[in-house]
């Protein structure tokens, strides 16, 4: 399985959602510079389960074990190597789904790829489970990033039909983003986030879910970060961000509400601003040929409906070759694009550090 990505930060992940422990390893970070746990480790409650009744009930602290790379609190400059042990397992929730397939989920896939021997409790290695060592990676370069001025945070766009406020995609406000951070609907819109909490008590009481779409924003950015056709930034990201699971589409700036309207009316004119060359609109996402042009990365991210739901469901049996019904038992987000802002957050940083070290390699 391929669980690695970079090129001068290379992110490693490993284990299985059931399994002892989950991890990952980060080669390449720069050495000497202290991180601060304890913010570390709110990042990384954002994302974890069991924080309240809108989330899956499944309990951990999700607290990292540095085996390497972290010496007193600073990057030593030899890999970080950490480990978060799973410590509320329930496999025999997962049973039946050895033999009857979740639809829409990885069950079927994985068999078929791998064998039946393959570890699917819980999802596995495909599991939601494995984006905790993304987020301490992620939270790591968060703070690497932010010493440089650059600023990453993120806010739920959407939340099946119910969407936030808009943001300024050329002067967005970063301080109202950051604010939302810790709630547990990452809107602005405080009216927004009542009716979410709404629609996923509704949904989680029918045994049912929904999707949403995360939006981020990453400010500071350098003009001419990046590289033209198959390296630029998009292309990048999204290798990443596809390798979250639920994730079913990226777009940037604009995004494919750009694809019916009229290029005289979402071309960024160029202006001069205090000697400072512009743009007055930023549909381009602040990515023009795959390079960063100045202006606020913008990202939009689709996240699919939890495909573990409590309603019947028509599906297969393996064994026995023959269609059949599934009822899934355990514990399940009803949104699970609620805890993908973190995540998301996480991958776009490690991405833009890695782009940076890139930078860094060819002036030395």
């Known amino acids: 399985m391929s ?3 970079g090129k001068t930060i290379q992110v490693s992940t490993f284990g299985a959602s059931h399994g002892y422990a ?3 390893v ?15 480790q709110r ?19 999700d607290v990292p074990e540095f085996l390497s790379g972290l010496v007193d609190g600073m990057l030593s400059g030899s890999p970080l190597a950490f480990m978060i042990r799973n410590t509320s397992q329930h496999s025999s929730d997962y049973n039946n789904l050895r033999d009857i397939p979740r639809p829409s989920h990885a069950d079927f ?3 078929m790829r791998y064998g039946d021997k393959v570890d699917m409790r819980g999802g596995g290695h495909f599991s939601a489970r494995l984006t905790a060592p993304l987020c301490v990676a992620g939270g790591i370069a968060l703070q690497l990033l932010r010493e440089k001025g650059i600023h990453i945070h993120g806010h739920l766009k959407q939340v099946g039909p119910i969407t936030d406020a808009p943001i300024d995609m050329v002067n967005p406000d970063m301080k109202a ?40 924003v990453a400010t500071g950015l350098p003009i001419g970060l990046g590289n033209p056709n198959f390296d630029g930034i998009e292309n990048r990201l999204a290798r990443v961000i596809f390798g979250v699971p639920a994730i079913k589409g990226i777009s940037f700036g604009g995004g494919f509400d750009m694809c019916s309207a009229f290029g005289s009316d979402v071309n960024d004119a160029f202006t001069m601003d205090n000697g400072r060359i512009t743009t007055t609109t930023n549909y381009s996402g602040g990515i023009q040929g795959g390079i960063t042009n100045g202006l606020p990365l913008i990202m939009q991210v689709g996240i699919k409906p939890t495909p573990s739901i409590y309603k019947e469901q028509h ?3 393996l064994s026995q070759q023959e269609d059949t019904m599934l009822v899934i038992k355990g514990r399940h987000d009803p949104c699970v694009a609620l805890r993908a802002v973190p995540v998301i957050e996480a991958v776009t ?16």
């Not at 609907?185 to 008590?201: F, G, K, N, P, T």
Request: hydrophobic share 40%; with cysteine; glycine share 8%.
């Open 43 to 61: 990042f990384l409650k954002r994302r974890a389960p069991g924080q309240n009744q809108l989330q899956t009930q499944r309990k951990e602290a």
């Open 22 to 24: 989950i991890g990952g």
């Open 3 to 5: 669980s690695s990505f």
């Open 177 to 216: 983003l950051a604010a939302i951070a810790e709630e547990p609907i990452a809107m602005i819109d405080s009216e927004q986030r009542q009716a979410v909490e709404a629609l996923v008590m509704n949904l989680k009481k029918d045994g049912n879910s929904t999707g949403g779409i995360v939006e981020v």
């Open 109 to 111: 896939t994985a068999r």
């Open 315 to 317: 599906s297969v049996s």
């Open 26 to 40: 980060v080669d390449g970070l720069p050495c000497g510079h202290t991180i601060d746990i304890e913010e570390l």
């Open 349 to 364: 940083a490690l991405v833009i550090l890695d782009f940076l070290g890139d930078i860094d390699h060819e002036l030395r």
